[in-house]
């Protein structure tokens, strides 16, 4: 059972569009447009675009409406630090946490990532890939902590990263070392298989 409001279940619809890329930074989100998507009022839809600008994912302008706001490659470095220290957190609470049937349910996140990525749909496979992270750190049931990573997460470049060639294949990888941490309940390795995880992504950002 679902227990999010109408306007967090819209959030993390957009969270998840906007860090696959499938809304491309700078684009606008018109409210209506999305409320018929949803098959929703645009009262959900307004609340959840507020929801969003509070944590850095869109912009809204009195007179063009609300849009993604772009990627501020100047913020990074410090944005790896913090996300190595929160979601180090939230792995470890959820590891401790996690019951057989949370672990089934992250491997079949993998597997669909995994058969998206293979087929060529990268804009699926990082929408898939948002909702494995997302699902992993609901476990841990921390949610402050989750909701300053989701801040973090609307600064940080996935679109670009997954982007790069072979890094799906390299993802598909440490999905499975990370999932095999959970099954063994090994709280640290899973902490240096996630670390590992994030930075390898980030270091596609680096130039030679």
Partial sequence: MDYRTKEEQVADYLRERIISGVYARGSRLKQADIAEELRLSITPVREALKLLEAEGYVANDSYRGARVVPFDPTASAEILQL???????????????????????????????????????RATARGI????????????????????????????????????????????????????????????????????????????????
């Fill in 83 to 121: 996300r190595l220290m929160l979601e180090a957190q939230l792995v470890r609470g959820a590891v401790d946490k996690a019951s057989s049937k949370d672990i089934e349910e992250l491997r079949a996140l993998a597997s669909e990532f995994e058969a998206a990525f293979k087929k060529g749909d």
């Fill in 129 to 208: 890939n948002y909702r494995f992270h997302r699902r992993m750190y609901d476990i841990a049931a921390m949610p402050q902590t989750l909701h300053f990573v989701q801040i973090l997460w609307a600064r940080y470049p996935f679109d670009l990263i997954n982007a790069v060639a072979g890094r799906g294949q390299d993802a598909i990888a440490e999905h499975d070392d990370i999932l095999q941490a959970f099954a063994e309940g090994d709280a640290s390795t899973a902490v240096l298989a996630m670390r590992k995880h994030i930075e390898s992504g980030y270091t596609l950002l680096k130039p030679a």
